[in-house]
C-alpha cells in the first residue's frame, strides 16, 4: 500500500484564491511527521510547513496551513490568496518516527498551475 | 540564510564510470541524507548517516553506492558503475537532531548517464 497518495495530479487556481491540495497517509506507527515541500520548475525542494502526529493544532506558516484529520489520515494542504509564484510541483511527505527512522516517505505530487 | 549546497549542478558520465556527487550540509546539522528523483517521479529517499556511519539506507541503496564525509564539512555520495537507469536527480538533505524538525534540502545534481 501506498504510505502517501496525493490524488490530484494536476490542479488549476485563479490567482488571489484559496487551494487545498490534498494527501492522504498510511501509518501504524503512531508517532509521524507530515511535511510539505515545494518544488518549482528550477528543481529545488522548499521546505513550507510541518504537522506532528500530537501536535493538537493544526500547524499554519504565513499563507500555508495544514488540514490535518488524524482519525481519517489525511493532511491537506492549504494555501490561501494564491500569488503566481505559487505555481509548482507539492509534495507531501511522511517520516515515522518508531525507532529513530528519519526518511522521509515522499507522495507522488500536485502540480499547481496559478492562473492571472 | 545558510543552505545545503550541492556540486555540480548537472554530471554527464557514461555508463560503468564511477560518479561521486558532492554536498556542503548546513554547518550545525548533525543529520545527512541523500534522495532521488527521477524526472516526473517522486522524490525517493536511499541513505542517511549520522556520527560517520549509515543510521538507515532504503533497499535502492545497493552495493555500488556508498557515502562518506571526508573531511569537516563535505558529504558525498559515489556510484561505482553507473548505469543508464542511475540518471535522476540527486538532492542532499541535512537536519538538526530532534525528529520534529525539517529536512533542508540543496538545489539537486542532475545525473545523466549515457
Known amino acids: 500500500a501506498q504510505k502517501i497518495t496525493q490524488t490530484q495530479p494536476g490542479m488549476f487556481v485563479q490567482e488571489k484564491e484559496a487551494v487545498t491540495l490534498d494527501c492522504t497517509y498510511d501509518t501504524s506507527d503512531p508517532s509521524y511527521g507530515l511535511f510539505w515541500y515545494k518544488q518549482p520548475s528550477s528543481g529545488e525542494m522548499i521546505f513550507l510547513i510541518y504537522?506532528?502526529?500530537?501536535?493538537?493544532q493544526n500547524a499554519t506558516e504565513g499563507r500555508y496551513s495544514l488540514n490535518f484529520q488524524k482519525a481519517r489520515k489525511s493532511a491537506n494542504l492549504v494555501i490561501s490568496a494564491s500569488q503566481l509564484g505559487d505555481s509548482a510541483m507539492y509534495f507531501c511527505a511522511m517520516r515515522e518516527v518508531d525507532m529513530g527512522r528519519r526518511a522521509l516517505t515522499f507522495g507522488s505530487g500536485t502540480r499547481l498551475q496559478v492562473q492571472p | 540564510e545558510p543552505e545545503v549546497t550541492q556540486t555540480p549542478s548537472h554530471q554527464v558520465t557514461q555508463m560503468g564510470q564511477e560518479v561521486i556527487l558532492r554536498c556542503v550540509p548546513i554547518s550545525n546539522h548533525l543529520y545527512f541524507y541523500w534522495y532521488r528523483q527521477i524526472l516526473g517521479q517522486k522524490v525517493e529517499f536511499l541513505v542517511s548517516?549520522?556520527?560517520?556511519?549509515?543510521?538507515?539506507k532504503s533497499e535502492i541503496f545497493d552495493d555500488q553506492f556508498s557515502v562518506e564525509r571526508p573531511d569537516g564539512s563535505n558529504f558525498t555520495l559515489k556510484i561505482r558503475s553507473t548505469k543508464l537507469e542511475d540518471s535522476a536527480m540527486y538532492f542532499c538533505?541535512?537536519?538538526?537532531?530532534?525528529?520534529?524538525?525539517?529536512?533542508?534540502f540543496g538545489p539537486g545534481t542532475r545525473l545523466t548517464v549515457t
Open positions: 538533505a541535512s537536519s538538526v537532531p530532534g525528529l520534529a524538525y525539517e529536512q533542508y
Open positions: 504537522q506532528g502526529s500530537y501536535d493538537q
Open positions: 548517516f549520522y556520527n560517520n556511519e549509515i543510521s538507515e
